[in-house]
């Protein structure tokens, strides 16, 4: 790769020269809408409602796993008992508030179904998936309509699993998303956003404890956006902090402290529980799984794909190994011996064959002794790339120009290195307490990398037509997507087996 120019070195910010060339932006803006709102969104809608009624009404109906306790608590608030608690139950009883108002609205609604049964309660997940979400996304996606789709989102198959079960993972992201929109897009005056935003992020926290992290990243979001402006961010980066702090004093009123009660609150339910688990917590014992970090590093990697992949990235990332054999030595042990003295195997994770994690464990990472150690070019593949896009796609400042824009609702939907170090914070201390392997902790971390990352302008392959890229690039993102989402139902459906000591057929979701 050619060293940069001087001339390059004095390049614009937010130059679109990149944009105009070869590329009808107003054709892939419109594009993206017509596909998002109404083709994609429409079908989404039709296509999980009809599957939610379907496997509840002919395959799954009965509660499955997590559902035995989540339904039942629904059916105990809903008649009457709001004080009895299952101490199996680990998280906050947002889920069952949100299911009690749900099935009262169901119960006035002239259709013959029963309130809190698994039909209604699994189609509140629908709705919430289907519809809040793409909802709570739409502000986002104004600002930035060819770098990423909501339906794309919507289709991660981690989070669309639970489109047709009652669990807390699609609420639980719904409200964060919603906090996040709410706070940059700013759909009201300034101190109403973001008092609106600490309120949903505060709803949020109700549906899972590990929000509470999120919420630190929307409140550096909203500091940072309002100090590139007001305070002229430029390339220095330590510069930068300091401005993020007076920033962060001078705005503690109106938008530091809305957030600053949620971690409060949050605190005192530490104090008051003695732990961030409230039932089962000899099962939930929160430790030091770095493992899980990587974990979710490949998961972003391997589902977004078509968002980084191409050719020369392939070639330039083999040839290190050529060239940099020394730095890659030392990086890949440095990863295998997290590996080694990092891995945490849950008894859940070994004995619940209803996970697809318990066979990516036993076929692939842990197939042999030594297979785990192999895993090691692949994560240290992952967090370069997962990386590099943030990166490579955050805002570029210098020391001369200041930003082009008067307020932080129009600045694009960019991070700085402040935001890139709180969202790994975030990655960080939402997997690695956790013991066991489990990916629906990572929603959040690919949701909030999707968002931030556009697609980038290259061809997938050598000699490939830059024109229309980006649409061919998020188009094959979402069948990708859909592909995924196919398999994932399939093996739920038809993949059954039998437990001793369960009547009902089981089955495997993530």
Request: aromatic share 18%; net charge neutral.
């Amino acid at each position: 790769m050619s060293e940069p120019s001087d001339k390059d070195d004095k390049r614009e910010p937010f130059s679109t020269a990149a944009f105009v060339h070869s590329r009808d932006l107003e054709g892939e803006i419109t594009t993206s809408f017509i596909f998002n709102w109404f083709i994609g969104w429409p079908l989404l809608v039709i296509l999980f409602t009809f599957l939610t009624y379907t496997l509840s009404t002919h395959y799954v109906t009965h509660k499955f796993i997590d559902e035995i306790f989540h339904v039942s608590m629904v059916e105990q608030y809903y008649g009457g008992d709001l004080r009895t608690w299952d101490p199996k139950i680990t998280t906050p009883p947002g889920l069952y508030y949100l299911g009690l108002v749900w099935s009262k609205i169901v119960s006035i609604l002239p259709i013959k179904c029963n309130p809190v049964g698994l039909t209604s309660l699994r189609l509140l997940n629908t709705f919430g998936g289907t519809v809040a979400l793409p909802i709570a996304l739409n502000p986002l996606f104004l600002l930035n309509p060819v770098g990423w789709w909501p339906t794309s989102i919507m289709l991660f198959p981690v989070l669309s699993t639970y489109y047709y079960l009652f669990y807390t993972d699609v609420w639980s992201t719904v409200f964060i998303v919603a906090s996040l929109s709410v706070a940059i897009g700013t759909p009201w005056n300034e101190k109403l956003s973001i008092r609106v935003s600490a309120f949903l992020g505060f709803c949020s926290v109700w549906m899972r404890q590990t929000n509470i992290v999120w919420n630190l990243l929307i409140l550096v979001l909203v500091i940072e956006r309002r100090a590139m402006i007001q305070k002229n961010f430029t390339d220095s980066f330590l510069n930068n902090c300091i401005k993020f702090v007076i920033q962060l004093v001078d705005d503690f009123y109106d938008f530091t402290l809305p957030y600053l009660i949620n971690f409060g609150l949050f605190t005192f339910f530490l104090i008051y529980n003695r732990g961030i688990t409230l039932g089962d917590k000899e099962n939930h014992v929160a430790g030091l799984h770095i493992m899980q970090f990587f974990y979710c590093l490949t998961f972003i990697t391997i589902f977004t794909w078509p968002v980084w992949l191409n050719y020369s990235y392939i070639k330039s990332s083999i040839r290190r190994y050529y060239y940099q054999p020394f730095q890659m030595f030392l990086e890949l042990s440095a990863i295998m011996l997290v590996i080694r003295f990092f891995t945490v195997a849950h008894p859940f994770l070994l004995a619940d064959n209803r996970h697809i994690t318990f066979y990516i464990w036993r076929k692939i990472i842990n197939f042999r002794w030594y297979t785990k150690y192999l895993m090691a070019p692949i994560y240290h593949f992952s967090v370069v790339t997962v990386f590099g896009a943030l990166i490579d796609d955050s805002f570029y400042f210098n020391s001369v120009d200041e930003l082009p824009f008067k307020h932080a609702r129009d600045l694009p939907l960019k991070l700085t290195g402040i935001s890139i170090i709180t969202l790994t914070l975030c990655i960080f201390f939402t997997v690695v307490p956790s013991p066991l392997f489990e990916p629906r902790y990572y929603i959040l971390p690919y949701i909030f990398f999707r968002i931030f990352v556009s697609v980038i302008y290259e061809p997938f392959l050598p000699g490939e037509p830059l024109s229309g890229i980006v649409l061919r690039r998020l188009s094959t993102e979402v069948a990708w997507l859909l592909v995924a989402n196919v398999a994932t139902i399939g093996l739920f459906i038809f993949k059954t087996f039998t437990w001793e000591g369960e009547e009902s057929l089981q089955r495997i979701i993530w």
